[in-house]
């Protein structure tokens, strides 16, 4: 579609046979001054030309340092919409660097690229508003989740999360509840305010609502909101607390997820459960060998302070299970470091009772360029949670700790247990370097999958409904 000059072309013909180039995705080579223009023209590989190859290529043209502040992108005449929103994502996703905001307000992170606008030259623009409109609100999403990760824990207490939350929620049919202490007691939200008990500020319950007219199923989405993770007093070494202001990074993907729903409005109900707290240590915390009465009645010993996940999650669970009976109920969490043991840092661990689901969500990562791998909850390993004193240990020592916490949760899905699946993503939560479109620190990984998953959920229940009367506001992104 780009049509460039002969002698253009010519030269990039040159300069590619001069160099080794193997067109791997992400793979750049500039051509200063082409045919004495003022411009330069960067040649990208884009490897099997599939979306994730375009969302690498997109990444790494983003990054690529844009002083002009513009860039035009010429596509195949043949593009499909896939390739258009690999590379909008990639390059939206790929110029991001964390920023702290100077105020209380939620301020994006700016992208330090100088990029200001691209344009991407397609054969048929109308072809590929659906795919660019879905690229924009997951790529906001994301980045909303990166930042809301990033953040000092300093700056995101579990009341202030909660209104960084409803403040981007602003722009878009969501609707946010928040429950404070009082009405957690009130209804025995036990592990919540348990590992909230010894922080200066108490913890609550964010609830993202959007409900869509005659939309056939609802799902509930629940998130590890854990703002800083000490370990409480089973205490965390020093190198293993370092970045525990990530541990609300399963929160943060929940949220940002559902708001994409509502910016796209996906013909499907969505709800989303943040239970935020920090697990602090302190004269008021809870203790090892403690015994939790969680919502819903199952009681917890808790045998390691360090195991608080489970614990908020097990309120959450129960709450999602008895009050909002959701069709599919899947929860996100930073939960254990035997994540990484068993799968690496790029893997997110799936479990699930249910193949369908397990495999939609599988194959919704794929597409969208994140790794989920099927993990087995063996009944056998039941035996490890049990306690003499209450319904369930919270800790075992046996091993198989990403395993043993998912069999711990799923004693809390109630009548949601074969409609359940739950990702452990401690590990691809946070990306030590900058690598495709990861900049360092945190991916907000999830977002990515549950939107695409939501997608087919709406797309397998039928037409969507007619599109809003005003466009969606622009919210985040502003550049292209
Ligand atoms: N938030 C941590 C898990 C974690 C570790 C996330 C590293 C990201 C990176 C969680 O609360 C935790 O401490 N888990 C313990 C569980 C153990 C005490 C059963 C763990 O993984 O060691
Ligand atoms: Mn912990
Ligand atoms: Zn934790």
Redesign the pocket.
């Known amino acids: 579609v780009a049509r460039l000059p002969e002698d253009v072309r010519t030269r990039a013909a040159a300069l590619l046979a001069a160099l080794p180039h193997t067109g791997r995705p992400g793979e750049l080579h500039t051509l200063p001054r082409p045919g004495g223009r003022p411009w330069r023209l960067l040649l990208v590989g884009v490897g099997q030309g599939d979306e994730e190859g375009w969302r690498c290529a997109g990444a790494e043209l983003a990054r690529a340092g844009h002083p002009e502040g513009e860039l035009t992108v010429g596509l195949p005449a043949d593009a499909d919409p896939a390739t258009v929103r690999g590379l909008a994502e990639g390059l939206w996703l790929g110029g991001y660097r964390f920023r702290l905001p100077r105020g209380a307000a939620a301020e994006p992170s700016a992208d330090p690229s100088g990029l200001r606008r691209v344009t991407l030259l397609v054969g048929d623009p109308d072809r590929h508003a659906e795919a660019l409109a879905q690229a924009r609100a997951t790529a906001a999403a994301t980045l909303l989740a990166r930042d809301l990760t990033n953040l000092p824990a300093d700056r995101k207490p579990p009341a202030a999360l909660a209104r960084r939350v409803a403040a981007a929620a602003r722009g878009v049919a969501a609707a946010v509840t928040v429950r404070d202490v009082d009405w957690l007691a009130a209804r025995g939200f036990g592990g919540l305010l348990a590992v909230g008990a010894a922080a200066a500020q108490p913890p609550c319950l964010v609830e993202l609502a959007w409900r869509p007219r005659g939309a056939r199923t609802h799902v509930a989405l629940v998130g590890k909101g854990?703002t800083f993770?000490t370990?409480g007093l089973?205490i965390?070494p020093v190198a293993?607390m370092r970045?525990?202001r990530?541990?609300m990074a399963g929160a943060a993907a929940v949220a940002a997820a559902t708001i994409a729903a509502a910016e796209l409005r996906l013909p499907v109900r969505v709800t989303a459960l943040l239970p935020l707290a920090e697990?602090a240590v302190g004269g008021s915390a809870f203790r090892p060998g403690d015994v939790i009465r969680h919502y819903g009645g199952l009681t917890s010993e808790t045998t390691?302070s360090?195991?608080?996940?489970r614990l908020v999650l097990a309120d959450a669970l129960a709450y999602a299970d008895r009050r909002l009976r959701p069709d599919l109920l899947v929860d996100l969490a930073?939960?254990?470091?035997?994540n990484?043991v068993a799968l690496g840092k790029g893997t997110a661990a799936l479990y699930s009772d249910n193949d369908g689901l397990a495999d939609a969500l599988r194959r919704a990562g794929a597409a969208a360029g994140e790794r989920l791998w099927r993990m087995p909850l063996p009944t056998d390993y039941l035996a490890y949670l049990s306690s003499d004193v209450a319904d369930l240990y919270s800790?075992p020592e046996q091993g198989a700790?990403s395993v043993t916490?998912a069999l711990y949760l799923r004693e809390f899905t109630g009548a949601r247990r074969d409609r359940w699946a739950h990702v452990d993503m401690?590990?691809p939560?946070w990306a030590d370097r900058a690598d495709g479109v990861l900049a360092q620190g945190a991916t907000g990984w999830g977002v990515r999958t549950l939107v695409r998953w939501l997608i087919d959920v709406a797309s397998a229940d039928g037409p969507r409904p007619p599109p809003p009367a005003r466009p969606a506001p622009r919210r985040r992104i502003s550049r292209a």
Do not use: P, Y
Request: hydrophobic content about 35%; overall charge negative; charged content about 20%.
């Open positions: 854990i993770d370990g089973s965390k293993g970045l525990m990530k541990d697990n390691n360090d195991a608080e996940g930073t939960l254990t470091g035997a990484a800790a700790g916490a401690s590990a939560s």
